[in-house]
Structure formats: structure tokens, C-alpha cells
């Protein structure tokens, strides 16, 4: 007999662990050896359990889902992991084909999804959507989604992105320039260069922006 | 001796002239009465004196030594009574300057009364504008000469204060009252007998100058009053914006927190379906647990595409489906008395580049609208269709469009608006709902998004009517390219055939594997050259196509293939490859250069092509 898989699930929600942890238990071909309730208690366990598959809510409190999937990449490869969300959202599948994820499932899906998308991984299989897999694209770099949809954000220079930041902090241009070692009139530029790109042409207003892109706390 | 009493009767008669002429202008003063009686009786007794004198009467003769002591007398009234005289008007004139001076003392004591009890007014804690004016008006009568023939009246707008008896007044004052630079009314005094008439007319100067200065400061509370109460109404709705932005947000978060109880719900109930048979009525009550869960869950999403803070992203969309969905979300928020009727006069795409969040909001904006326009029911009517040419010209030039509009209309059997109602809809702020219904901010926000949406908006409405707004869009010429087109599946076209896929990055091979199975195809995965000829080795005979990276660790894909075509002369291949100096006629017949990047479509169309390409041949072992 084989070696049932080895799964970790990762909600905040206890009652979603608690139903995912009590139907995959009752398969039996597979165990979950661990049900977190954060991405950083769900790294400490993937690290001690090595589980075949982790299975982690994208929207949950505290880090970052997709950081914490980066680092059990690079330390835990044999890892798979499958995103949970509440719904499809471009910006998340592309997070998480960059960090590789092998498989996203929304919860409004039925629950056999989540079993079915545990079997396809383990058996060497990734899981998304018809929909998504028609948009995936292989390249060089690995998988990504098509075309995806370009934030505004990315348009803007490295500069330009720090000086964003620093508006939405609220510093004046001198600071910033003092912070940044240039001169008040290359902010300036900055600050010109980014509100063309952005279309936003007043400094409230960019400081909303900023925070809504999750580039500054609230 | 003649001489003596000649003189001494001149000196004493100018002297009584003198002390005459002091009374008079002292105004009869009873001292002076006095002094002009004796000089005179003094007078009268010298020309008897020198009556007697003159016709040498025997009977009185002269006192020489008493005639020179008259004309000692005489000399001392005179010089005393020129002396006095004058010291005497001069204290007079002083008394009368004071007086004059003290009663102007107490005119403009009396207007500054006024206008210090105007500010005390101001000052009060419950002071409103109707309370200051009635306040003015009882204070204007005690600021004039007569206040009780005086009376009052401030007309401001439709409104009027005044005393009671204003309608009797004969002569009247009147200032503008101005606000902003607007006449807003006029301040009027009255007199109810009449005044003597004056050069400077019934009233003074300086009356004038106090109901200016009244008036003036009337214009200037009227100013701050409003002022002050716009400001408040700001900062009400402001306080609304921003409490229905938290409503949102919450709501955002309540939709996630009732999507994971659905989640648990639908989990549980699937899992208990399966355990009851399916004919038992606990499996029927189970079914409808499902669907309405499922419905829970449909309204959900709804929620938190709506509430979702995201930047604007246009992209081609159908305006079509913005309707669907808009139609699908109302049907939950509008009361049962109010119809919804949704005609979307085209079967082809409308195709927009439009961010389809915004555009939802514009349209459930004006259903909203619509609804609370009818509160007792009615019905609401979305209309989209392809525009006329007419439409087009009112469009800006620079819009890239295809010379085609699209036209939404939002029309409701409602209140209707009047014409001054109509010119303000699209102001921030500005609404006809009572406080707490509305933030007066949808209609400016649905007009924001549609200018920058290249659009315009119009409105058609009467009292009683109802209302029609019609948004007119600019269309653009072709469907979604690919980069944007909504999410579509590929159809399944495999039948089973094998297909050995090595590739060496185990995410990408399980997503291709995976696409491949989805397509129906059968998949046998190699990470590199030597797993791909092993997995040949095993499948030689029901291999249908090679799907393999040219850059294979252990043994190059070219390499692999060449050792196969040793034996498999006639298996299609597909060389995956993102090197482009690789010349795909080096390539043998059989095998097709698939470069990277590519899509899974176009994945699914090689195979397929490859696939058909080999099938007149047969299967080739």
C-alpha cells in the first residue's frame, strides 16, 4: 500500500480548515498533518512536515501568502502547493504561477475540486481552471498568464515608485530629496513623470493610489 | 447843568438799548429783563430830569451834585452792561453748543445701541438668522429721534419682519440688503407722522448712514449664516461620503467572511448528500440547502466585484454583459413594487474599452436612483442599443472609435425632476433625498466615469413624468484581442493518443500535462533525455507524438530525437525551443518547431495539427 499524501492546509477561517481538514482526513489515500491558520505557521510546518501538498488561503491575515510560498519553493521543492481564494483574481493567478504554485482552486468551487485538485497534483498534474489554463503562456522563465493585466504601477521607474512611496508617507520634496540624495528638482521630476503616467494630478490623491496598490500602509 | 443831564440821559438811554439788545438775545432771560427794566425807568427818569432842567421849572430845581452822581450811574451801566453783555452770551452759546452737541452724543449713542445689540445678537448661542433679523427690527425704532413713531420692517426673500404698525408708516427709509454681491433683501424704516422737511429730505444724513450701516451688517451675517450653513451641509455629506465608503469597505469584508461560511456550508451539505440516499426527503431538503447556497454564494461575489477597490483598467467589453450583470444584482435590491424591465436591442457585441466595475456602478447608480424616484413602485426601464449617427457627432474628435456609439438608457415612471433640479443632478454633493439617504455624490460620480469614458450624459425629465438619463458611449471597432479577451476554454479535440512530453521544469510539465489531459490526450512526463528514451522505450508501440524542450539535461532534446528516429521514423514531434537562431529546417520532416513563449491554445493547435498531419500515414510504430 502507498504512502498516503502528506497535506498541509493553511486558513484563517477555523471552520474552513476545520471542513477541509475533516474531508480530506476521510480520504484514504490521504493525511493532513498539520491545519494553520497563517502563511507563517504554515512555512514553520511545511519545513518540519514536508508535506506533499500544501494547501494555503491566499487572503488571510499577517505575511504574505505568495512570500511565504517563495521561500517553501526554495527550501521545501518538494512542496506542491495549491492556492485557495475566495475568487479569481488576475493579480493572484499571477502571483501565483510566479511563485509556481501548482494549482489554484476558488472556494466557490464544489468540494470535491479540492480533492480532485490534490489527486491531479500528486499525480504529477497542475490544476487551474479551463479558463485559466487557456490563458497560461510558457516562456523561457516558466509559466505565466497571458496578457495579464498591466497596473499602472508597473509602468513607473524604480525612482518613481520610491518617490510614490514617500508622497503617500507624507514627506515634503525636501525631505525626499534628503532621503534620497538628489537634488529637489529631480523629485520634482519624479513626482511630474509619475502623476502623467498615473493620470493622477493631485498629491491626496496619489497617496490614495498608493496605499490602495498596497505600496504604503493606511 | 443842561449839559450834565443831557448827557447823563444819552448814556443812560444806551445803556437800557444795550441791556434790550442783550435780552433779546439772550432770549429773555429774566436778569436781564430786570437790568433793561431799571435802564430804562433810569432813562425815562433823566429826560424827566432834563425836561424839568430845560424849562427851568421853579418848583424842582436842579441838584447839580446829584446830576453829576446820574451821569456816574449812567456811565457805570453803560460801560457795565457793554461789559457784561457779551460775557454773559458767550456762556449762553457755550450751554447751547453743549446741548446741540450732547443731543448728537445721543443720537449716535442710540445708533451705536443698535448696532450693538445687532452683534449681541449675533453673539448668542442660539442665534439663528430668523431670530437676528426679528431682533433687529424691535432694536431699529429706539436707534431713531422718535421711537415711537418709528417702526421697522427687513425683507429678506420670501420673508419679511417687521413691527406691527409698519403698514402705517407716511415716509420710509429703505437700504438694499446685499449678499454676495446679490441683493437678497432690504432693511426699511418708517414714520408713522410726518417729519419736517429739511434740505436733506424727511430723514437725516446720518439716518441715512445708519440704515446703510445697518444693512451693511445684515449682508454680512447673511453671508457668514450661509456660509456656515453650506459648510455644515458639506461636512454632513462629507461625513455620509465617508461612512458609506466604510459601509462599502465593510461590506467587502463581510462578503468574504459569509463566502467561507458558504464554503463550509456547501461542504458540509455536499458531503451529506452523499450519505443519504437520494429518493429520502433529507436528501430533497439538502438540494435546496445546496441551491440556496449557491445563490448566497452567487449575490457574494457580486458584492465583492462591487465593493472591490481596484485602479481603472480598461479593456475591451461587451456592454451587453454590463447590463446582465447589472440586471442580476438590481433584482436583489429592488422592492417588489418595482418592475424591472431590461431591453438590449442588439444581438452583436457593443464592444467598449471600458473598466466593466465602473460601468456596472454607473448603471446600478441609476437604477438606485430610479428606485427612490418611485417610492411607491413603478417601473424601471434599462434600454441599450447601437446609437444613431447623430450621436456620434457630439462625441470629442480624438476618440479612437469606430464612428460607433452605443446607447444606454435608465428611465423611471417617478417623481421627475423640475428644470432647476435637472441643471444640478451632476453636482458633488447636491441631492433631493432627506439627510442620510443619499450622499448627493452618485450622479457626479456616475458623470465622472462617463467622461472618462470618452461619453456623455443627458437627461430627459418632467415633474410627474418621470426621468430618462442616456449615456452614450463610444464603441470601438473589434472585439477583445487576445490579451484581454474574458477567460474561454479549448475545446477537448484528443481521443486518447499518447504523447511523451519531457521537459525538465516540472511547474511547466504539469501544466502542459495537465492541458494535454484536459484535451484528452493520454501523457507520459520525462523531467530529461534519458527519462524521455526510457519512457520510449516502454511506449514505443502507442506513442502517437514526441513533446519535448530542445534543452533537456542528461541528453539534448535533439540529441533524444535522433536515437528515436532510429526507430520511430514517422512519430510526429514538437521541439519546444525559446532559442531563435535555431533554424527549424535543420528539423526532419516529421518534427515542428514550437517556439516560446506560446499559449496552451497554441499548444493544443500543434499537437493537434501534428497529430492530423500524421494520421493518413497511419500510426507509425
Redesign the interface.
Known amino acids: 500500500m502507498t504512502r498516503p499524501l502528506v497535506i498541509v492546509i493553511a486558513d484563517d477561517h477555523a471552520m474552513v480548515r476545520g471542513m477541509l481538514k475533516r474531508r480530506l482526513d476521510a480520504e484514504p489515500d490521504m493525511t493532513v498533518a498539520a491545519a494553520v491558520s497563517n502563511a507563517d505557521e504554515a512555512l514553520t510546518a511545511v519545513l518540519r512536515l514536508n508535506p506533499d501538498i500544501l494547501l494555503m488561503d491566499i487572503e488571510m491575515p499577517g505575511s504574505d501568502s505568495f512570500g511565504a510560498a517563495r521561500t517553501i519553493r526554495e527550501r521545501c521543492p518538494d512542496t506542491r502547493i495549491i492556492f485557495l481564494s475566495a475568487f479569481f483574481h488576475d493579480r493572484y493567478i499571477e502571483q501565483a504561477l510566479a511563485v509556481q504554485a501548482w494549482g489554484y482552486v476558488t472556494k466557490s468551487e464544489p468540494e470535491d475540486s479540492v480533492i480532485r485538485a490534490i489527486r491531479k497534483v500528486a499525480a504529477g498534474l497542475a490544476y487551474f481552471s479551463p479558463q485559466i489554463q487557456a490563458r497560461i503562456v510558457v516562456d523561457s522563465a516558466g509559466a505565466t498568464l497571458a496578457h495579464p493585466q498591466r497596473s499602472r504601477v508597473s509602468t513607473l521607474t524604480h525612482r518613481e515608485l520610491e518617490v510614490l512611496r514617500y508622497i503617500a508617507r507624507g514627506m515634503a520634496k525636501k525631505e525626499m530629496a534628503r532621503t534620497m540624495h538628489i537634488s529637489a528638482n529631480t523629485v520634482n521630476r519624479h513626482t511630474t513623470n509619475l502623476m502623467t503616467k498615473l493620470d493622477i494630478h493631485d498629491r491626496v490623491e496619489l497617496a490614495r493610489y498608493a496605499i490602495r496598490e498596497g505600496l504604503a500602509d493606511a | 447843568m443842561n449839559v450834565v443831564v443831557g448827557l447823563a440821559t444819552v448814556v443812560q438811554y444806551a445803556a437800557a438799548i444795550l441791556a434790550l439788545r442783550v435780552l433779546r438775545i439772550t432770549g429773555r432771560d429774566p436778569t436781564w429783563l430786570l437790568i433793561a427794566a431799571v435802564a430804562f425807568l433810569m432813562a425815562i427818569r433823566r429826560s424827566i430830569v432834563l425836561y424839568r432842567s430845560l424849562s427851568h421849572d421853579a418848583a424842582h430845581p436842579p441838584d447839580m451834585a446829584g446830576e453829576w452822581v446820574g451821569l456816574a450811574i449812567s456811565v457805570l451801566m453803560l460801560v457795565g452792561v457793554a461789559r457784561i453783555g457779551p460775557f454773559f452770551l458767550s456762556i449762553l452759546r457755550s450751554k447751547e453748543e453743549l446741548r446741540k452737541r450732547s443731543d448728537a452724543l445721543a443720537k449716535r449713542v442710540k445708533e451705536l445701541n443698535c448696532l450693538y445689540g445687532m452683534a449681541n445678537l449675533v453673539e448668542q448661542p442660539d442665534s439663528s438668522l430668523k431670530r437676528i433679523l426679528q431682533g433687529t427690527v424691535a432694536l431699529i425704532p429706539d436707534a431713531w429721534p422718535r421711537p415711537e413713531l418709528t417702526c421697522a420692517r427687513i425683507k429678506l426673500k420670501e420673508q419679511s419682519y417687521g413691527t406691527t404698525n409698519f403698514e402705517e408708516t407716511r415716509q420710509c427709509l429703505a437700504c438694499d440688503i446685499v449678499a454676495r454681491g446679490e441683493p437678497v433683501g432690504a432693511v426699511e424704516v418708517g414714520h408713522l407722522a410726518d417729519r419736517l422737511e429739511t434740505d436733506e429730505g424727511p430723514f437725516t444724513e446720518e439716518e441715512r448712514k445708519l440704515i446703510k450701516a445697518i444693512a451693511g451688517r445684515l449682508g454680512r451675517i447673511i453671508e457668514r449664516t450661509q456660509v456656515e450653513e453650506e459648510r455644515a451641509i458639506l461636512q454632513d455629506q462629507l461625513h455620509q461620503a465617508h461612512k458609506m465608503e466604510a459601509v462599502g469597505q465593510l461590506a467587502a469584508g463581510v462578503a468574504?467572511?459569509f463566502?467561507?461560511?458558504?464554503?463550509?456550508i456547501?461542504?458540509?451539505t455536499?458531503?451529506a448528500t452523499t450519505l443519504l440516499a437520494d429518493e429520502s426527503q433529507a436528501h430533497k431538503e439538502l438540494q435546496w440547502i445546496q441551491e440556496a447556497t449557491h445563490q448566497a454564494?452567487e449575490l457574494t461575489?457580486g458584492l465583492?466585484?462591487f465593493s472591490r477597490?481596484?485602479?481603472t483598467?480598461k479593456?475591451p467589453i461587451d456592454l451587453r454583459t454590463v447590463v446582465r450583470e447589472s440586471e442580476r444584482l438590481l433584482h436583489r435590491v429592488l422592492p417588489a413594487a418595482t418592475e424591472l424591465e431590461v431591453d438590449i436591442a442588439c444581438e452583436a457585441p457593443l464592444w467598449v474599452n471600458a473598466d466593466q466595475t465602473q460601468l456596472q456602478q454607473v448603471v446600478l447608480n441609476l437604477a438606485v436612483n430610479a428606485r427612490d424616484a418611485m417610492p411607491e413602485g413603478g417601473t424601471i426601464r434599462i434600454t441599450l442599443s447601437p446609437a444613431s449617427e447623430t450621436d456620434v457627432d457630439d462625441l470629442p474628435d480624438t476618440l479612437d472609435t469606430a464612428g460607433r456609439t452605443a446607447r444606454l438608457t435608465v428611465a423611471d415612471s417617478g417623481v421627475g425632476m423640475t428644470p432647476e433640479v435637472q441643471s444640478r443632478i451632476f453636482e458633488p454633493f447636491y441631492t433631493t433625498k432627506t439627510r442620510g439617504q443619499g450622499t448627493g455624490l452618485g450622479l457626479s460620480i456616475v458623470h465622472g466615469v462617463v467622461k472618462d469614458h470618452g461619453g456623455r450624459i443627458e437627461v430627459q425629465s418632467e415633474v410627474g413624468e418621470g426621468t430618462t438619463l442616456t449615456i452614450v458611449l463610444p464603441c470601438i471597432e473589434a472585439g477583445p484581442t487576445?490579451?484581454?479577451a474574458e477567460?474561454?476554454?479549448?475545446v477537448p479535440q484528443g481521443a486518447g493518443e499518447l504523447i511523451l512530453l519531457a521537459e525538465d521544469?516540472?511547474?511547466?510539465?504539469?501544466?502542459?500535462?495537465?492541458?494535454l489531459?484536459?484535451l484528452g490526450y493520454e501523457v507520459v512526463?520525462a523531467e530529461d533525455g534519458l527519462a524521455l528514451l526510457d519512457a520510449f522505450e516502454q511506449h514505443r508501440d502507442t506513442v502517437r507524438l514526441f513533446l519535448f524542450d530542445a534543452d533537456l539535461p542528461e541528453r539534448s532534446g535533439p540529441d533524444c530525437l535522433r536515437q528515436i528516429r532510429q526507430e520511430a521514423v514517422g512519430t510526429p514531434a514538437l521541439m519546444?525551443s525559446?532559442d531563435v537562431s535555431l533554424d527549424p529546417n535543420e528539423l526532419d520532416d516529421q518534427t515542428v518547431l514550437l517556439r516560446?513563449?506560446?499559449?496552451?491554445?497554441e499548444?493544443a493547435e500543434a499537437v493537434a495539427h501534428a497529430l492530423a498531419a500524421d494520421r493518413p500515414r497511419g500510426k507509425q510504430p
Do not use: W, Y
Open positions: 468574504h467572511d463566502s467561507n461560511l458558504l464554503t463550509v456547501r461542504g458540509h455536499d458531503r454564494a461575489r465583492l466585484t477597490k481596484l485602479p483598467e479593456k487576445p490579451e484581454t477567460p474561454s476554454t479549448i521544469d516540472s511547474h511547466v510539465r504539469a501544466i502542459i500535462a495537465s492541458t489531459e484536459s512526463q519546444i525559446g516560446k513563449p506560446f499559449g496552451m491554445p499548444l
